[in-house]
């Protein structure tokens, strides 16, 4: 059972210093201790205050209270430590912070019960090598994206699958993402959706250059190779940038290579007793908002 319990939010959600209060008292109630992530120091009354890293590295349950951008950060300071996350919603249902605020402390219950449930969700790995030599190692829940600056006219990319060339092509970027990252940005390019539980790799071009290249899904075995070949700027500069979730940016220049593949961190969640991914699927993309044509 979970006794140190660690708590980031996104300080700009309303009234999150009086929910973080409210639940390290609570929690205090049950004998249980908090740790606190210090860029929330002017909004609660006190508790241990530490760096994300040591929220991250000395709880046993983190819970992050936000939206998908927070469960995203809450990931990368557990890091590899399989240790579950509580994603808390202060707002909108998300597609990872499934829990609302009114839910919380009944999800509480049920982990100090040892009586919820958990998913290990698949993470990737992208190894950028230059000139033979490996040059950044980053590692995503979410996605991993290769896009052009402000000022890019297009990226030229040679794609293989296993060491075998698949295809050469300009587009605007690529989205390699995994099952979870399938309803983020992979999602709004075109992309698939695939559900969360499973090992799969998701390769979604952004506005390529011509309509024969389409996303597609991998094996979560498969290796997946890309090539920069040019990235130009209108100042004639290489200008191409490796995104992690959308929190961590590595410029890429031509001749960069970067291998995509299925990590060997996995990350914990704790599941929603309240509703199925399919659910909140349904309700955030509003399928059930479909009309019938009343003369039909």
């Given at each position: 059972?979970?006794k140190?319990?660690?708590?980031?939010?996104?300080?700009?959600?309303?009234?999150v210093?009086q929910?973080?209060?409210?639940?390290?008292?609570?929690?205090?109630?049950?004998g249980?201790?908090?740790?606190?992530?210090?860029?929330?120091?002017?909004?609660?009354?006190?508790?241990?205050?530490?760096?994300?890293?040591?929220v991250?590295?000395?709880?046993?349950l983190?819970?992050?209270?936000?939206g998908?951008?927070?469960?995203?950060?809450a990931?990368r300071?557990?890091?590899?430590?399989?240790?579950?996350?509580?994603?808390?919603?202060?707002?909108?249902l998300?597609?990872l912070?499934?829990?609302?605020?009114?839910?919380?402390?009944?999800?509480?219950?049920?982990?100090?019960?040892?009586?919820c449930?958990?998913?290990?969700?698949?993470?990737?790995?992208?190894?950028v090598?230059?000139?033979?030599?490996?040059?950044?190692?980053f590692?995503g829940?979410n996605?991993?994206?290769?896009?052009?600056?402000?000022?890019?006219?297009?990226?030229?990319?040679?794609v293989?699958?296993?060491?075998?060339?698949?295809?050469?092509y300009?587009?605007?970027?690529?989205?390699?993402?995994?099952?979870t990252?399938?309803?983020?940005?992979?999602l709004?390019?075109?992309?698939?959706?695939?559900?969360?539980?499973?090992?799969?790799?998701i390769?979604?071009?952004?506005?390529?250059?011509?309509?024969?290249?389409?996303?597609?899904?991998l094996?979560?075995?498969?290796?997946?190779?890309v090539?920069?070949?040019?990235?130009?700027?209108?100042h004639?500069?290489?200008?191409?940038?490796?995104?992690?979730?959308?929190?961590?940016?590595?410029d890429?220049?031509?001749?960069?290579?970067?291998?995509f593949?299925k990590s060997?961190?996995?990350?914990?969640?704790?599941l929603?007793?309240?509703?199925?991914?399919?659910e909140?699927?349904?309700?955030?993309?509003?399928?059930?908002?479909?009309?019938?044509?009343?003369?039909?």
């Amino acid at each position: 059972m979970a006794k140190i319990f660690g708590i980031i939010a996104n300080k700009r959600k309303p009234h999150v210093g009086q929910i973080i209060d409210e639940l390290s008292k609570w929690l205090r109630q049950r004998g249980c201790s908090t740790l606190i992530w210090e860029d929330l120091a002017d909004k609660v009354k006190g508790g241990n205050l530490l760096p994300i890293a040591e929220v991250g590295s000395g709880c046993d349950l983190m819970i992050a209270l936000g939206g998908d951008g927070t469960l995203l950060r809450a990931a990368r300071a557990v890091d590899d430590r399989l240790i579950p996350i509580l994603g808390v919603n202060v707002g909108s249902l998300g597609f990872l912070t499934e829990v609302t605020v009114d839910e919380l402390y009944e999800a509480l219950e049920d982990i100090l019960a040892d009586a919820c449930h958990y998913e290990d969700r698949m993470n990737i790995d992208a190894i950028v090598e230059r000139d033979g030599n490996e040059v950044g190692r980053f590692t995503g829940l979410n996605d991993i994206v290769i896009n052009k600056g402000a000022l890019s006219r297009v990226i030229e990319m040679r794609v293989a699958i296993d060491d075998r060339y698949l295809a050469s092509y300009r587009a605007d970027g690529l989205i390699v993402s995994t099952p979870t990252g399938s309803t983020a940005y992979s999602l709004s390019a075109g992309g698939p959706i695939v559900n969360p539980s499973m090992e799969a790799i998701i390769a979604t071009p952004i506005c390529p250059h011509t309509l024969a290249i389409r996303p597609m899904i991998l094996s979560g075995e498969q290796i997946l190779g890309v090539d920069i070949r040019a990235g130009h700027s209108l100042h004639g500069e290489a200008e191409v940038t490796l995104t992690v979730d959308g929190q961590v940016g590595f410029d890429l220049v031509s001749g960069d290579h970067i291998t995509f593949r299925k990590s060997s961190r996995m990350t914990r969640l704790v599941l929603s007793g309240y509703r199925t991914f399919y659910e909140v699927l349904r309700d955030k993309l509003r399928w059930g908002d479909i009309r019938r044509n009343p003369s039909g």
